[in-house]
């Protein structure tokens, strides 16, 4: 069974996406640690020159050997802290924009998806990479509690990561390709009042009637 978590950052798509893959024995893949893996790589290569000549970054982001997982490993480097980095922010919501890096993506993640039961979260999830799983979850929660999750999460200042925030939405809402939006078919949950049990044991009941 898949179950595919989506929704704009700060939602609590990973805490929930973890905290449910651990509940129910499943796998976990973090598609956005991915494209977070093509940033950080055409940041250290240049970026202007990378994003600038044509076919660069998809050439790139092919290239890459990304293992998603509890530690991010790319290139056989743990970039589990790296990818974090602000900058690295940044840049992922650029390189998510351009659409041979997402067809790279979509390729990779669907490959480690082929076998096995999966909590998989990120933008597209539901709508392009697993348009078949058994159930679709878009997560929301209003701008102000999203960016004072990042801060907390992150540090720094809830203003400045609101207004960051804010730029990051809607360049992921508009883009052209696979810009995020929910599956016709998810169940939306808004988690600004709730907790994380909560939310979990919302997605679990729902899980269960999915795999009768
Ligand atoms: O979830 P995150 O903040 O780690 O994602 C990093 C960037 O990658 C963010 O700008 C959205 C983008 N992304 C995407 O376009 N598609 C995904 N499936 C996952 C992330």
């Known amino acids: ?19 449910l893959a651990r509940c129910l024995h499943y796998c976990y893949l973090d598609s956005g ?10 940041l250290r290569r240049d970026a202007g020159s990378v994003l600038e000549a044509p076919g660069a970054l998809a050439e790139l982001a092919a290239g890459l050997a990304i293992q998603p997982g509890d530690r991010v490993v790319c290139d056989g480097r743990d970039v589990t802290d790296a990818i974090r980095a602000p900058a690295v922010s940044e840049m992922a919501s650029r390189v998510a924009a351009d659409p041979g890096v997402r067809e790279a993506m979509v390729a990779m993640q669907r490959a480690v998806m082929a076998n096995g ?47 960051e925030q804010a730029l990051r939405d809607a360049r992921d809402a508009t883009r052209e390709h696979s810009p995020l939006r929910p599956a016709a078919d998810a169940v939306e949950l808004d988690t600004t009042d709730l907790d994380v ?16």
Do not use: H, N
């Not at 640690?33 to 055409?42: G, H, P, S, T």
């Not at 999830?125 to 990042?150: H, M, S």
């Not at 939310?199 to 899980?207: E, K, P």
């Open 1 to 19: 069974m898949v179950i595919a978590i989506d929704g704009p950052a700060g939602a609590g798509k990973s805490t929930v996406a973890r905290a």
């Open 33 to 42: 640690a991915m494209y977070r893996c093509v940033a950080l790589e055409a």
């Open 197 to 212: 049990e909560a939310v979990v044991g919302a997605i679990v009941a729902l899980a269960r009637t999915r795999s009768r």
């Open 117 to 163: 039961d999966w909590v998989a979260e990120g933008r597209d999830i539901g709508t392009v990479v697993a348009p078949d799983a058994e159930l679709k979850i878009f997560l929301t929660a209003d701008a102000q509690a999203r960016a004072q999750r990042r801060a907390r999460e992150l540090g720094g200042d809830a203003e400045v990561v609101l207004a």
